[in-house]
């Protein structure tokens, strides 16, 4: 999941101290998060960063992504 935050250090807070996560790395205007191991499993990044991006200036949401257990299940994901 990719989020845009009003505040860095508001969200660090959140995600290490009240959902639990683990602090990965800190990337100028964006943080990482990881549960288990894999490198992040939560990004979030400085809302200004929007200005910068083809998306609306509104949006929270960058990105989510959905692990599959193979190609033919995203297929069927994709066409449900």
Do not use: M
């Amino acid at each position: 999941v990719r989020l845009f935050v009003d505040n860095l250090q508001s969200a660090h807070a959140f995600w290490t101290e009240r959902i639990g996560l683990t602090f990965s790395e800190r990337d100028g205007d964006a943080a990482f998060y990881r549960c288990g191991a894999e490198h992040h499993s939560v990004a979030v990044y400085d809302k200004r960063l929007r200005a910068e991006l083809p998306v609306r200036q509104d949006d929270t949401l960058l990105s989510f992504g959905v692990r599959v257990a193979s190609y033919a299940q995203l297929r069927a994901a994709r066409d449900w």
